[in-house]
């Protein structure tokens, strides 16, 4: 007999809320799900991909990923996932499964992750709801947990000083994320403004708004040889246009397949950290 696994959202709900604590959530905050919006997914881009389909799945689902790619039967994010919620998602499908984001408690513009990606998906209040919390990120098994109810962990995360990237109060939602009801609006960097980026995003049912945009000089980016290495600081300057760098500069440069994949998500770190729009 096959596992009932349609009540999963529910339990993993109930199973953080048991481990959280401290006073509600602001509801004025939000949850963004940062991503990059001009990588391919199957030879497509993927904001084509999401008006297609209308909903954002998980990396168990797409099987892509800003981060690791670890979203299988026993890989690490199974792991994480299933001592977290208490194994509610153990024999649970993929589309079943959490999509992740972070609780923009510092009211970034450019999200609450900028780490994962220039543009973000703002969702709405009522996914707070459904939403559970942790500091730091998943992949440190962290023991601090929050639901809206329950939130102690923005005074975790204010109290604790890591890199600018790294600042973020990892958010879960359970349950569909559908782009037409769950999206306040696609925030995109205006490095896309009037590329297929913003055609394709034009193709989805959720306003559009732009943030202030990443943007380094090489001069500038050649000053931290430190954060990632000197090999991602020159291939950086490389792949820089008119002596500077922006998401769409990577993006392209991504999807010419000439570079790894791994090595330009730490030049994306570069400009996310060092470019303008973190500050």
């Known amino acids: 007999m096959s596992a009932d696994t349609s009540g999963a959202p529910q339990r993993a709900l ?8 401290g006073e509600p959530l602001d ?8 991503f990059h919006p001009d990588r391919l997914v199957g030879g497509r881009l993927i904001l084509l991909r999401l008006a297609d ?24 994010r199974w792991r994480w996932e299933s001592r977290i919620f208490g194994g509610a998602y153990d024999h649970a499908p993929p589309h079943d499964r959490p999509v992740y984001g972070a609780l923009n408690f510092r ?32 992949c440190f098994e962290p023991s601090a947990f929050g639901v809206s109810s329950r939130m102690a962990l923005i005074a975790l995360a204010t109290a604790d000083h890591p890199d600018p990237l790294d600042d973020y109060v990892e958010a879960q939602v359970h349950g569909p994320v559908r782009l037409d009801r769950d999206v306040e609006a696609l925030v995109l960097d205006p490095s896309y403004r009037g590329t297929a980026v913003q055609a394709a995003a034009h193709r989805l049912p959720c306003p559009i708004e732009w943030h202030a945009g990443f943007r380094i000089a090489t001069d500038e980016l050649r ?7 000197q090999e991602h600081v020159d291939l ?25 994949p791994q090595a330009l998500k730490k030049v994306w770190h570069c400009l996310a950290r060092f470019g303008d729009a973190i500050t």
């Open 14 to 21: 109930r199973h953080v809320a048991a481990l959280s604590s």
């Open 53 to 76: 389909d209308g909903h954002y799945h998980s990396q168990f689902v797409t099987g892509t990923s800003n981060g690791g790619l670890t979203a299988h039967p026993g890989g690490d």
């Open 236 to 260: 950086g300057t490389e792949i820089a246009v008119d002596g500077h760098l922006d998401p769409r500069i990577i993006g392209d440069a991504a999807r010419t397949g000439r570079y790894d």
């Open 223 to 229: 000053r931290h040889p430190h954060y990632r290495g």
């Open 107 to 138: 009211r970034k513009p450019v999200g609450g992750a900028p780490r994962f990606g220039s543009a973000h998906f703002r969702l709405t209040a009522e996914t707070l709801s459904r939403a559970t919390f942790c500091y730091p990120d998943s």
């Open 27 to 34: 509801p004025r905050l939000r949850v963004t799900l940062n």
